[in-house]
């Protein structure tokens, strides 16, 4: 099939809006003439006379294409892999940026419009679009007669404008040729004109065993991100473009900058080339700056924020009139979400959200709540729109699962982010009463995932296959969304039907059991581990009484030796460095009070452990903020290495509620270990009646 960009474009703008668009609106949406698209519709009937389609008009002009639904269906399929035959705006802009930085420092215009093949006109548009654009990284665009264009910055921020083009504009066209790398599939030429596939390849690889594997499964967009910053860090280094020397000393000690270094090794391994200590450090503060999948995975340290959080859901629920202070749910995905969140504004990254209009379009009131909290709880950071509407999908979906009634099975493939794909579930179960159950499925399990177990694929990006049947729709699923889900439902409620029948003896078809109720040897699992779990805390719970110790180490080895006495323990020197390892991390004294939260995970650890010190003498400490704190309760957390989405939902819950009152830490700075047992027995009794018994 050949097609130019802006044919393709005017078929999936009709098909997106059937009927709507008329040749005034287009030639309007695509910057073109009238006389432009009516000459480009007649090469659009060609096309689809090839699939037995014809293009109409309503009444009113409004552009649509007749025909069967299968025809249409296998016309998106083969838009979908067909690359039109001229470049894209967006594409000669990304061009332009790439000769800018690495080609520089300064360009004469008409040499820059003869390598791109457009007139100055176009040039000097362009260069207006991408100054606006590098301007939010702190570079500058300058151009002055005699000398031509000239582009100034540091090399950091040049990496983070380039990476940041290419996910925003190029996200679909990134994992389409990473999952034909994937495949092994080779490429002629490098992947969007500059990466190299075999960096790709390699980086991909390393990536998802040494990171995803090892911190916790990113969520698909910061894992593109973590691939793409890493292959440009190489090429960039590789070709002499170095960063600025930084003190990186207290960075070492973090887990980031430790995966990192061991994913560098093995690249000068492979490739001979040598990333520097400032890459490194580079790329740790980008995987800081990324969230993980699932919100069970978040480390249970996180006293100060979980309890801002908890405040912010209270504060929504006031201005909303809706409860959700006991949506554990919700509490552990913003969890999930705001903490590399927060570091990432912190450190002045860009943060990119497209779909912030339609969200504060379609939910103003949520939107305005949220903003109004965030402000309150976090008077000292600045949430742009973008973050705020992040943090509204994850509102949303708690507010719509509420209301879930359903019949079919779906599963959703969505890579845009936690809170959008929660989101796109939840609109779905709620518009749709015939959708029994909602998956969700990440672009990196597509290729091994078994798609036919399931009623319906919907997707919110073009799928780099050809034979899974799917819809494409909007993230924040529109109208027209909802009716060809639908139709498609509509027009495949036979085969649908069929694959649910199961024949009996007697040759009829027995009613099917319901698709809503748990699964049995799940539900009962989640009982044995919420069951163990608090059994656990509760058995192994110590208060000790500490008179005069000058060291607070002296202590954490005692409580780990009594532990290992005890039979929770088999290696009490692995158990004391990971506490000490911790501790050189990040602060563990919580501000504004005399409690440290000691914890860690290791392989010897046998069951959960929760104990109390309490020290008659203060020991000074390094808190959460990086402010002293004068310690007179030394808290310890243990928990095995592998633990279940309960197991970690337990020890959550009590690290949440160290502070969440002033009743709360007066009992947990006791050594009074009667008061300290009754208040985990309440905090569970209420974990169990809002989230098991419900369930």
Not at 19 to 30: A, C, N
Not at 290 to 313: C, E, H, R, T
């Amino acid at each position: 099939m050949f097609i130019t960009f802006r044919e393709k474009s005017i078929i999936e703008l009709i098909v997106r809006t059937s009927g709507k668009h008329t040749v005034h609106s287009l030639s309007t949406y695509l910057n073109v003439s009238v006389r432009t698209i009516q000459r480009d519709l007649k090469s659009v009937e060609k096309l689809l006379m090839q699939f037995d389609l014809v293009l109409k008009r309503t009444a009113n002009d409004g552009l649509f294409i007749d025909g069967k639904n299968e025809q249409i269906y296998r016309l998106i399929q083969n838009l979908t892999s067909v690359r039109p035959t001229d470049e894209t705006p967006e594409e000669r802009k990304l061009n332009l940026l790439i000769t800018l930085l690495h080609d520089g420092p300064s360009f004469k215009k008409q040499v820059l419009a003869n390598q791109l093949g457009v007139s100055t006109a176009t040039l000097s548009a362009y260069l207006n679009d991408l100054a606006e654009w590098i301007g939010k990284f702190s570079i500058t665009l300058t151009r002055k007669r005699g000398v031509g264009v000239e582009v100034g910055g540091e090399e950091a921020n040049k990496r983070h404008a380039l990476a940041n083009y290419f996910l925003i504009h190029f996200y679909e066209e990134i994992i389409e040729n990473l999952y034909q790398l994937q495949l092994g599939k080779p490429m002629e030429g490098n992947v969007l004109g500059y990466f190299s596939p075999r960096y790709l390849t390699l980086v991909d690889g390393l990536v998802n065993e040494k990171i995803n594997k090892e911190q916790g499964r990113l969520a698909d967009s910061d894992y593109i991100g973590l691939v793409i910053h890493t292959c440009l860090t190489i090429q960039r280094t590789e070709q002499g473009f170095l960063l600025q020397q930084e003190d990186e000393t207290a960075n070492e000690y973090t887990s980031e900058y430790e995966l990192i270094n061991g994913v560098a090794d093995e690249l000068e391994s492979a490739l001979s080339i040598a990333l520097t200590g400032s890459d490194i450090h580079f790329l740790s503060i980008i995987l800081r700056g990324s969230k993980v999948q699932a919100a069970d995975l978040v480390y249970y340290d996180n006293v100060l924020l979980g309890k801002l959080i908890k405040n912010m859901i209270l504060d929504v629920s006031s201005s909303l009139h809706v409860n959700l202070a006991d949506d554990f749910s919700l509490y552990q995905g913003l969890l999930a979400h705001m903490g590399p969140s927060i570091f990432r504004l912190k450190q002045k990254l860009e943060l990119f959200n497209p779909l912030t209009e339609e969200i504060k379009r379609k939910y103003p009131m949520l939107f305005m709540a949220v903003k109004k909290s965030l402000e309150t709880e976090f008077p000292d950071i600045d949430f742009p729109a973008d973050e705020i509407a992040f943090i509204v999908l994850h509102f949303g979906s708690a507010l719509l699962m509420n209301e879930e009634r359903i019949k079919l099975n779906a599963i959703v493939v969505c890579p845009t982010g936690i809170g959008t794909s929660k989101m796109l579930a939840s609109r779905i179960q709620k518009e749709l009463v015939e959708i029994d159950s909602v998956a969700i499925s990440s672009i990196n399990d597509f290729q091994s995932g078994n798609f036919h177990d399931y009623d319906i694929v919907i997707s919110t990006i073009r799928l780099p296959v050809t034979d899974v049947d799917y819809i494409m729709v909007s993230p924040l699923l529109s109208d027209r969304d909802i009716r060809d889900i639908e139709n498609y439902l509509q027009d495949h409620l036979e085969k649908i039907i069929s694959r649910k029948r199961y024949l009996n003896a007697g040759n009829q078809f027995e009613e099917p059991a319901q698709p809503n109720q748990p699964n049995v040897q799940t539900l009962l699992q989640e009982i044995k581990d919420v069951h163990s779990s608090m059994e656990s805390i509760l058995t192994n719970l110590k208060v000790y009484r500490k008179q005069q110790v000058a060291d607070h180490r002296l202590v954490l080895q005692e409580m780990v030796e009594q532990s290992t006495r005890d039979g929770l323990i088999t290696n009490p020197e692995s158990v004391q460095r990971e506490l000490e390892e911790r501790e050189k991390k990040g602060g563990l004294g919580i501000p504004d009070t005399n409690i440290g939260l000691f914890h860690c995970r290791d392989e010897s650890i046998r069951e959960l452990i929760f104990q109390v010190a309490h020290l008659d003498k203060p020991c000074p400490i390094k808190g959460m903020d990086g402010e002293t704190v004068h310690m007179n309760n030394l808290l310890l957390m243990l928990a095995p290495v592998s633990m279940s989405v309960r197991e970690q939902e337990i020890l959550s819950l009590i690290s949440s509620s160290l502070i969440e009152s002033d009743v709360a830490m007066m009992i947990f700075s006791s050594s009074n270990e009667n008061m300290i047992r009754k208040k985990l027995e309440d905090l569970f009794l209420d974990y169990l009646q809002h989230n098991l018994i419900k369930e």
